[in-house]
């Protein structure tokens, strides 16, 4: 709807309230009700998915093993930060390496304003410290990538054709690369046009790992929309970029030679490193949602 359209029926509804009968029926009252702040919240610019869950996935960029120690680094602190807010979180799949790093990790986050308070993580993170995998202790800058996509279940908002979408079936692995299912649950969808795609193995049934993909695929499209009337496509997008040419990072988490982690596009500046990585982010957060304010 419309800004018009969107007045008209808070109006309507206000108007209903007013009626001596409305609270007769007090379910269709609360209906109403919430219809109206849901449309107040549009009007302020609240989109609907900003109350609801989100889906992460964090991915190694350049850096080598580094970048995968500090994939693992940044989910310790979103897991952190979930903890603190009483969030659940489903692991949806993970590529591991030997040494406990990550190349990629997907998880669900599930929770009161998930998406609102964690949409803003989406972008490139950099890190930089002497490396604990450099037998000469040199000074290693590292890269990874946060993508935040809103729970999208609702796919009435938008309708993707069936033949821009392909759709693999193939086994789930375990440790070691062994098939731990003999018949073929993990799903991969992939949007052809934009080459997003996404991998899921964390279900037990191919229907419900399928479901759940399709999901992801959609976050990902809206996301990626959203992104594009912002400007911000070079920043978030892993659709469009590869991993050497991700563009330029949205905050520092600096170790070596000294201690700061800052985030680029509030200037907002934290000295306790141990602090954020162990979860404090809620002043990064907030920075972000008064930059966006303004």
Do not use: C
């Not at 959203?226 to 330029?248: F, L, N, P």
Request: no cysteine; net charge negative.
């Amino acid at each position: 709807m419309n800004k018009l359209e969107i007045e008209s029926k808070i109006k309507e509804i206000e108007e209903q309230m007013l009626l001596p009968d409305f609270w007769n029926d007090s379910n269709k009252a609360q209906s109403l009700i919430k219809e109206m702040q849901d449309l107040k919240d549009e009007m302020e610019g609240v989109g609907k998915y900003d109350k609801g869950n989100a889906a992460l996935t964090i991915f190694a960029g350049v850096g080598g093993e580094d970048a995968e120690d500090f994939v693992r680094m940044l989910l310790d602190m979103y897991l952190n930060f979930s903890q603190n807010k009483n969030w659940q979180i489903d692991f949806l799949d993970e590529n591991k390496n030997p040494n406990g790093g990550y190349k990629s990790i997907t998880f669900e986050v599930k929770g009161k304003n998930v998406y609102a308070d964690l949409k803003h993580e989406s972008g490139v993170h950099r890190l930089v410290r002497k490396s604990p995998f450099n037998s000469a202790g040199k000074r290693q800058t590292s890269f990874a990538m946060v993508e935040v996509i809103p729970q999208f279940s609702d796919k009435t908002d938008f309708k993707i054709p069936e033949d821009e979408l392909e759709i693999e079936f193939t086994k789930s692995s375990g440790p070691g690369g062994q098939n731990v299912n003999k018949r073929e649950t993990a799903v991969r969808v992939v949007h052809k046009p934009t080459k997003i795609s996404t991998f899921i193995s964390s279900e037990r049934s191919q229907a419900q790992n399928k479901e759940k993909a399709l999901d992801i695929i959609y976050g990902k499209i809206y996301a990626l929309r959203e992104a594009e009337k912002r400007g911000e496509i070079d920043s978030m997008s892993i659709s469009k970029t590869s991993t050497a040419e991700w563009g330029s990072q949205i905050r520092s988490y600096v170790l070596h030679p000294y201690k700061l982690v800052k985030d680029h596009r509030t200037d907002t500046e934290s000295s306790d490193v141990d602090k954020v990585l162990n979860g404090e982010i809620d002043l990064f957060i907030q920075a972000m949602k008064e930059y966006k304010e303004q």
